[in-house]
Nanobody
Framework: QLHLVESGGGLVQAGGSLGLACEVSGRTDSVPLVGWFRQAPGKEREYVASITWRGATPYYADSVKGRFTISRDSADKPVTLQMNSLKPEDAAVYYC??????????????????WGQGTQVTVSS
């Protein structure tokens, strides 16, 4: 079992930056991948980025590539999502997820078993 807790959401102006963190606890020895997803009102939850538990091989959705950075600096640090050049369309509830998952399954939220409670990101125009 894993327990995930997100933090760092808030209100930011368009063009600004915000950082999110995902603390993962429990059987982390069985977690090869951590991902970030987001869900805006009336929309489906969508993939944002993912990284291995050891902090390697980051991948991004095309919509955030070049603006967002997912990382995990060391074994005692959370997985972070640094969001720069934020746009109003980035506003959503952001969730982190963890699981034994790879390949094309990564982008589909239904394939992930462990989720945090979410943190709200609001971008004002």
């Amino acid at each position: 079992q894993l327990h995930l807790v997100e933090s760092g959401g808030g209100l930011v102006q368009a063009g600004g930056s915000l950082g999110l963190a995902c603390e993962v606890s429990g059987r982390t020895d069985s977690v090869p991948l951590v991902g970030w997803f987001r869900q805006a009102p009336g929309k489906e939850r969508e993939y944002v980025a993912s990284i291995t538990w050891r902090g390697a091989t980051p991948y991004y959705a095309d919509s955030v590539k070049g603006r967002f950075t997912i990382s995990r600096d060391s074994a005692d640090k959370p997985v972070t999502l640094q969001m720069n050049s934020l746009k109003p369309e980035d506003a959503a509830v952001y969730y982190c997820a963890a699981d034994v998952i790879s390949g094309t399954a990564v982008a589909r939220p239904g394939n992930w078993r462990y989720w945090g409670q979410g943190t709200q990101v609001t971008v004002s125009s």
